[in-house]
């Protein structure tokens, strides 16, 4: 027999001791075979039994089986439920098919019958984890693929003008730092790290002489360059797992006085992701080169931050989201020396 037979949980629900006993006999030399005998105990006991299969009686006092059946199929449908029935009816049979029964039994029935239908039942279970894992690699390398093909459209995006090289990649990496230390949760960070690093995403849908252009730029060119965070949202909006991702994307050019783009929300309309991005994106954009600008120092672009706290940045966030920038910079000034040493 299989391994993964042998350790399987089996429960067994009916509140006739009798069919309990006896299933219990014949099922435990080949699985873990626990024993309920009323709905209750089972809605109670499921989280702590963990069943791989389940030997559910249709006939019990209270909750009819059927009922528990229906339930089961909407918490997880991979749960193989077998019925047991001792009068068995056209209408009850089709019943318990259509929500979802893998099988049934009529009692009284023989230990061949019973062993019979719990191998199909297990392997038709252990059929239904693997085209899950299937499922799910195939999800992680479709997963893969888009970030590969989004980082290559990036590097695009930082070919076309130097100034910006690296940016996408710094942004998200100083997003996710400064979202652990203000307490965000791990998997949050782990998806809005990408949303941090597409932020910019858009701009493949503005053109170079805007993207690249030396000198400040016409206010039409402004108005096409202002585009960029609605068309990333739109790259964005029908990819299901960076849904979350996309107030990032969307707002990250919002200002707190309601003047910023591209949907003028004001202070605390502003997602809180996104005025985090705001204030790490402004910063890496003052301490690197620009067309417009020699990049700033550490210290000094701090300070122009902090004087755009109520216009540009939200107040009390920008200080502590400043605070841990500082903390950074220190840290990257540590490691440096170290390598220096
Ligand atoms: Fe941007």
Do not use: W
Request: charged letters at 25%; hydrophobic letters at 40%.
């Amino acid at each position: 027999m299989d391994q993964k037979m042998k350790s399987a949980n089996v429960l067994v629900i009916d509140d006739d001791l009798g069919v309990r006993e006896s299933l219990k006999m014949i099922l435990k030399d080949k699985f873990s075979v626990s024993t309920l005998s009323s709905i209750d105990e089972a809605i109670d006991g499921l989280n702590q039994i963990k069943p791989e299969m389940i030997f559910l009686d249709i006939k019990m006092p209270r909750t009819n089986g059927l009922e528990f059946l229906k339930q089961m199929r909407v918490l997880n449908s991979t749960i193989p439920i077998i019925m047991i029935t001792a009068f068995p009816t056209t209408q009850t049979t089709i019943t318990a098919l259509r929500y979802g029964a893998f099988d049934y039994i009529i009692k009284p029935f023989q230990p061949s019958e019973i062993l019979t239908v719990a191998e199909k039942a297990m392997n038709h279970r252990i059929e239904l984890s693997e085209k899950d894992r299937l499922v799910e690699n195939l999800r992680m390398a479709v997963q893969q693929n888009l970030f590969s093909t989004a980082e290559a459209l990036l590097l695009a995006i930082d070919a076309k003008d130097a100034y910006t090289a690296g940016h996408s990649k710094r942004v998200s990496l100083l997003f996710a730092f400064v979202a652990e230390k203000l307490g965000m949760n791990k998997s949050r960070i782990e998806v809005l790290r990408y949303g941090a690093f597409l932020h910019d995403i858009g701009k493949i849908g503005v053109g170079d002489v805007v993207l690249a252009k030396p000198s400040s730029l016409t206010d039409e060119e402004y108005r096409v360059m202002k585009r960029h965070s609605e068309i990333g949202y739109k790259i964005l909006e029908p990819i299901d797992f960076l849904k979350e991702c996309l107030p990032i994307v969307r707002h990250h050019h919002e200002r707190y006085d309601g003047t910023g783009y591209p949907d003028c929300l004001k202070g605390d309309a502003i997602p809180f992701e996104a005025s985090i991005l705001s204030v790490v994106d402004a910063y890496d954009a003052l301490t690197t080169d620009r067309h417009y600008h020699k990049k700033y120092s550490h210290l000094k672009a701090c300070e122009i931050i902090k004087q755009g706290i109520r216009i540009q940045f939200m107040p009390a966030l920008t200080e502590e989201v400043l605070a841990i920038i500082n903390r950074y910079h220190e840290l990257n000034t540590e490691n440096e020396r170290g390598v220096e040493s």
